[in-house]
């Protein structure tokens, strides 16, 4: 397939709904559109707001947007080191195979080198078999030896007022 001009930036406020439609995607390819609460407000505030709590970068193919990196920082305490967290990477169906993936994440790579972080974590679902393969052809792997937890709505609230 032929590789179009792939440009990454970091996403600027006036990208917040592209980066909504992106997650809103990723939500319907993943079965989860039931779950996205998110809205153009609280990205804007969450991104760009007095407080920054992720970052995100843009691929565009051929002058389009094509994909997406959110991020955030997370530290190791055994390594003494920040690191990265990928909350999201996804390109659009069309895009797929054009080098728009491995563009983000070599991109969110150089970041965690430039920060000085010792590694950069996700979460990819079993299923996705694609992704998982995309993954370990650049020398990732997975870290069997964990669960991922997770607390949240009413369990998380019951359990902050205990």
Not at 55 to 63: V, Y
Not at 92 to 117: D, W
Not at 139 to 154: C, F, I, K, N, V
């Amino acid at each position: 397939m032929m590789a179009g001009s792939i440009q990454v930036r970091g996403a600027r406020v006036d990208d917040v709904p592209c980066i909504l439609g992106f997650i809103r995607e990723l939500a319907e390819f993943e079965r989860l559109s039931d779950r996205v609460l998110a809205t153009e407000a609280l990205l804007r505030d969450c991104l760009f707001g007095p407080h920054i709590y992720a970052e995100a970068l843009i691929a565009e193919l051929d002058g389009a947007a094509a994909g997406f990196a959110l991020y955030f920082h997370s530290y190791s305490t055994f390594l003494a080191r920040p690191g990265i967290y990928l909350e999201d990477l996804y390109v659009r169906a069309g895009a797929r195979g054009h080098g728009v993936g491995l563009a983000l994440l070599k991109a969110v790579a150089q970041l965690a080198v430039e920060r000085g972080c010792a590694r950069i974590d996700w979460a990819v679902l079993d299923w996705n078999i694609e992704a998982i393969r995309f993954y370990e052809r650049i020398g990732a792997r997975p870290e069997s030896q964990w669960s991922l937890y997770r607390l949240t709505g009413d369990a998380l609230s019951d359990f902050a007022r205990r």
